[in-house]
């Protein structure tokens, strides 16, 4: 299984940017996806998931500017980021729970200036 992100890029705050995952290898079922963040000198967080049935999961600071969905026909997920701060600024990083494992997106950069 691999995973190939796309979208991120640099944003004026108040901007928005749609970030893809899209997972390709024998693939059947995914279970979880979502996306985790790191901005330099801080450790990875969790931003959203999105479980295969039940209802996304958002940490406090994105809620009502970010939203997470999936397109289980092409296995990819993707987070619609709007109203971006600068504070936003991190890789950010996709992730799925496929057969008992974790598998990692690349990265892709997200910068919002001020």
């Known amino acids: 299984v691999q995973l190939v992100e796309s979208g991120g890029g640099l944003v004026q705050a108040g901007g928005s940017l749609r970030l893809s995952c899209a997972a390709s290898?024998?693939?059947?079922?995914?279970?979880?996806m979502g996306w985790y963040r790191q901005a330099p000198g801080k450790q990875r967080e969790l931003v959203a998931t999105?479980?295969?049935?039940?209802?996304?999961n958002y940490a406090d600071s994105v809620k009502g500017r970010f939203t997470i969905s999936r397109d289980n026909a092409k296995n990819t997920v993707y987070l619609q980021m709007n109203s971006l701060k600068p504070e936003d600024t991190a890789v950010y990083y996709c992730?799925?729970?496929?057969?008992?494992?974790?598998?990692w997106g690349q990265g892709t950069q997200v910068t919002v200036s001020s």
């Open positions: 992730k799925i729970d496929y057969r008992w494992r974790a598998y």
């Open positions: 290898g024998t693939i059947f079922s995914i279970n979880s």
């Open positions: 999105i479980p295969s049935g039940g209802s996304a």
